[in-house]
T-cell receptor
Framework: DSGVTQTPKHLITATGQRVTLRCSPRSGDLSVYWYQQSLDQGLQFLIQYYNGEERAKGNILERFSAQQFPDLHSELNLSSLELGDSALYFC????????????????FGQGTRLTVV | AQKITQTQPGMFVQEKEAVTLDCTYD???????LFWYKQPSSGEMIFLIY??????QNATEGRYSLNFQKARKSANLVISASQLGDSAMYFCAMREGGYGNKLVFGAGTILRVKS
């Protein structure tokens, strides 16, 4: 058990809908990363938050947004869902913001498998 | 731009034998870190081993070792004494220095251990 909790584990929804994925990082970790894993794109970095602030942004669509709350949990909001958004969404946490902390391991949650029908 | 290449889509290895999973990377940043993760069929991502660009010694963690050849920009994972439980997808990833420093992943290699 990595200590990172993601809910829900599975989600099936229709095109055009909006969903929220939730992530609770490991106790004490201030950084949260979101990744998308799909068959055609592989593992793609979406966005990072550190202590409530956006730290880095990757290939995140405008239809997607995220935030990190004062209790450090994070939510990834996906709207106007399309079939191509079906993927496994991972949250990872680490204790450091990045930068010179090169060896900071990122602990991954079990992922939320999103199926858009 | 960062790039991680894993050229082996799938590998087979006999139980108790060693196997090497290839990873090459491309970066112009002198400061970077290389990671290997294991993803079993259940889906979770499990950290295996880390190598920093300035580390003089190759990293080892139990049955895992990282064959780091900086000049060739390769960071191959060696699994010794393979076990059936090693059957999984393996990802090589890189983190560069800088603000945030996300992990960039390769496409992965599926490893199947035969009994």
């Amino acid at each position: 058990d990595s200590g990172v909790t993601q809910t829900p584990k599975h989600l099936i929804t229709a095109t055009g809908q909006r969903v929220t994925l939730r992530c609770s990082p490991r106790s004490g970790d201030l950084s949260v990363y979101w990744y998308q894993q799909s068959l055609d794109q592989g593992l793609q970095f979406l966005i990072q938050y550190y202590n409530g602030e956006e730290r880095a942004k990757g290939n995140i669509l405008e239809r997607f947004s995220a935030q990190q709350f004062p209790d450090l949990h994070s939510e990834l909001n996906l709207s106007s869902l399309e079939l191509g958004d079906s993927a496994l969404y991972f949250c990872a946490s680490s204790s450091q913001p990045g930068g010179q902390f090169m060896n900071t391991e990122a602990f991954f949650g079990q992922g939320t498998r999103l199926t858009v029908v | 731009a960062q790039k991680i290449t894993q050229t082996q889509p799938g590998m087979f290895v006999q139980e108790k034998e060693a196997v090497t999973l290839d990873c090459t990377y491309d970066t112009s940043d002198p400061s970077y870190g290389l990671f290997w993760y294991k993803q079993p069929s259940s889906g979770e991502m499990i950290f295996l081993i880390y190598q920093g660009s300035y580390d003089q010694q190759n990293a080892t963690e139990g049955r895992y070792s990282l064959n780091f050849q900086k000049a060739r920009k390769s960071a191959n994972l060696v699994i010794s004494a393979s076990q059936l439980g090693d059957s999984a997808m393996y990802f090589c990833a890189m983190r560069e220095g800088g603000y945030g420093n996300k992990l960039v992943f390769g496409a992965g290699t599926i490893l199947r251990v035969k009994s």
